[in-house]
């Protein structure tokens, strides 16, 4: 019914709107972000930016995520090599929700089926910028799961503390004091 819909507001405003997905610069695409929601702006901005130095890459806008469009998601990505599904938040044991829907409507069990990669990106409301997004996206192929702008060495070093001897106060505030951020610099 969504199509349906489209379809008539288009032809009665003369412009798109809504819909299940929306390519944007896809069609030669090696590699395609998966994105929804407000981070699609930034995901665009770096996919023109990466164009202009030659990268093949676009992104998938998903517009409707429930029901979930799988047909439609399949024929968007059946040319891309690779896919990065920008998650904005972790669905533990399954990496993200978009990347589980994604898997599922992409795999066929055929060799050609492209490569899907769950990046989790602005955790806690942190910003996803152009910046981070070109450096990963340029990184060339990524682990299934991955996050933007973590600092694992400051996570694996509270791990390591919390194994050893829990130390008062919350994760975070120690993770500030390893990094030398005092309680007078953060409120």
């Given at each position: 019914?969504?199509?349906?819909?489209?379809?008539?507001?288009?032809?009665?405003?003369?412009?798109?709107?809504?819909?299940?997905?929306?390519?944007?610069?896809t069609e030669d695409a090696e590699v395609i972000v998966v994105a929804l929601g407000s981070v699609l702006g930034t995901?665009?901005?770096?996919?023109?930016?990466?164009?202009?130095?030659?990268?093949?890459?676009?992104?998938?806008?998903?517009?409707?995520?429930?029901?979930?469009?799988?047909?439609?998601?399949?024929?968007?990505?059946?040319?891309?090599?690779?896919?990065?599904?920008?998650?904005?938040?972790?669905?533990?044991?399954?990496?993200?929700?978009?990347?589980?829907?994604?898997?599922?409507?992409?795999?066929?069990?055929?060799?050609?089926?492209?490569?899907?990669?769950?990046?989790?990106?602005?955790?806690?409301?942190?910003?996803?910028?152009?910046?981070?997004?070109?450096?990963?996206?340029?990184?060339?192929?990524?682990?299934?799961?991955?996050?933007?702008?973590?600092?694992?060495?400051?996570?694996?070093?509270?791990?390591?503390?919390?194994?050893?001897?829990?130390?008062?106060?919350?994760?975070?505030?120690?993770?500030?004091?390893?990094?030398?951020?005092?309680?007078?610099?953060?409120?």
């Open positions: 019914m969504i199509p349906a819909v489209q379809a008539g507001f288009a032809a009665g405003f003369g412009r798109d709107s809504g819909g299940l997905v929306r390519p944007y610069r995901v665009k901005d770096t996919v023109d930016e990466l164009r202009a130095d030659g990268m093949k890459i676009g992104v998938l806008c998903i517009t409707t995520f429930r029901p979930f469009p799988a047909a439609a998601v399949r024929a968007a990505l059946a040319g891309a090599r690779r896919v990065v599904v920008l998650e904005r938040a972790l669905a533990p044991g399954s990496d993200g929700i978009v990347t589980a829907d994604v898997r599922a409507a992409t795999s066929t069990g055929a060799a050609k089926d492209p490569a899907i990669a769950a990046v989790i990106a602005g955790l806690g409301g942190r910003a996803v910028t152009t910046r981070s997004l070109r450096g990963l996206l340029q990184a060339g192929d990524l682990p299934p799961l991955s996050f933007l702008d973590l600092n694992a060495g400051l996570v694996e070093a509270e791990v390591t503390r919390i194994r050893a001897a829990r130390r008062s106060g919350p994760s975070a505030e120690n993770m500030l004091r390893d990094l030398g951020v005092t309680a007078s610099r953060i409120g």
